[in-house]
């Protein structure tokens, strides 16, 4: 039932590095219509690291790890194209829906196809009014029990970052910093959290992997942490300001559910003149580099 396109699967048998995407952010975490020529320069970075691109999505029922370009013109083209974290992909499956994967869904897809590295923006976790609404993503609970590593850079800061990163220690998942003993704040590059743990190269979290192998707990994900770099963050001020009058207006229109993290990022670009989705883009391509190089350290050893 899961479509692995061929040059995935040529890979993957071949024992070449091969690095997911998710497409959730191309469908509804970017504006249209440069979120086509992202997923395509996403996907070029990926090969620019001598790795192969696997982005991710559900297409009339059939879920696929690998794209060709018309697929994903379908996805950023939007019409139709649902949110489907891993819960839904049995139903749009049975009910041959088309959707962009989320985190959760991607990681599922992937690890099932064989793919251990995945890069994205940055993770779904507990929302800030978590003790109201109980809205913490599946993005976590599903990484719990996925072994798969994700590059991304932190946790939307949109959401409780303290409390994800509790969640994240609760569940047993590893995260490290790349780089950093700081835990990146997605639009910025220091969430004002720190990290455990530091890793240094593409080499060192290929040893963790393995190690994660070797150890046999459960089968739970590493999160790569990975900085957008100061020079290319959004400026910490007008984000704190556009931050807290974005979650006003969510509260305000009564969003809720699948829709809330669609409509924050949105009013962020919106209210920034942009510059919260060049921050946010400049941390997807530091992101796929990094994964690209972490699936080329994993493919030699
Ligand atoms: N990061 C981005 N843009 C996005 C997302 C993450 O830069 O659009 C998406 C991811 O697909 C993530 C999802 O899994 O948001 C989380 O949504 P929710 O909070 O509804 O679980
Ligand atoms: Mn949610």
């Known amino acids: 039932m899961l479509v692995v396109s061929e040059e995935v699967r040529d890979a993957l048998v071949t024992g070449r590095p091969v690095v997911a995407l998710e497409s959730t952010i191309i469908a509804h975490g970017l504006p249209r219509p440069r979120n086509l020529r992202v997923a395509l320069e996403l996907e070029d970075a990926v090969r620019r690291e001598g790795a192969v691109p696997a982005t991710v999505a559900v297409l009339d029922g059939r879920p696929r790890v690998g794209l060709d370009e018309k697929q994903l013109e379908r996805v950023a083209g939007g019409d139709g194209i649902r949110k489907l974290g891993h819960r839904d992909l049995p139903l749009a499956v049975a009910t041959g829906a088309s959707g962009a994967t989320t985190v959760s869904a991607t990681a599922l ?101 393995r190690a994660q192998d070797a150890l046999d707990g459960p089968g739970s994900a590493l999160i790569v942490a990975n900085p957008v770099p100061a020079a290319r963050q959004l400026d910490p001020g007008l984000h704190a300001r556009v931050l807290a009058d974005a979650l006003q207006a969510c509260e305000a229109q009564g969003v809720s559910g699948q829709a809330v993290t669609p409509f924050l990022l949105d009013h962020l670009v919106r209210h920034t003149d942009g510059a919260s989705l060049e921050a946010n883009l400049a941390a997807v391509h530091g992101n796929v580099r990094l994964a690209g190089r972490i699936a080329a350290a994993w493919a030699r050893t």
Request: aromatic share 6%; charged share 20%; net charge negative.
């Open 109 to 209: 897809l992937a690890a099932r196809s064989g793919v251990r590295v995945f890069a994205t923006g940055g993770l779904g976790g507990v929302h800030r009014q978590w003790t109201v609404t109980q809205d913490e993503s599946a993005d976590l609970g599903l990484l719990a029990r996925t072994r798969i590593t994700v590059v991304c850079a932190g946790v939307k800061s949109i959401l409780d970052v303290p409390a994800t990163l509790q969640r994240l220690e609760t569940l047993g998942v590893a995260v490290a910093g790349y780089g950093t003993t700081r835990f990146p704040g997605f639009y910025l590059s220091d969430s004002g959290h720190p990290v455990d743990w530091t890793l240094e190269s593409p080499d060192e979290v290929a040893a963790v992997m």
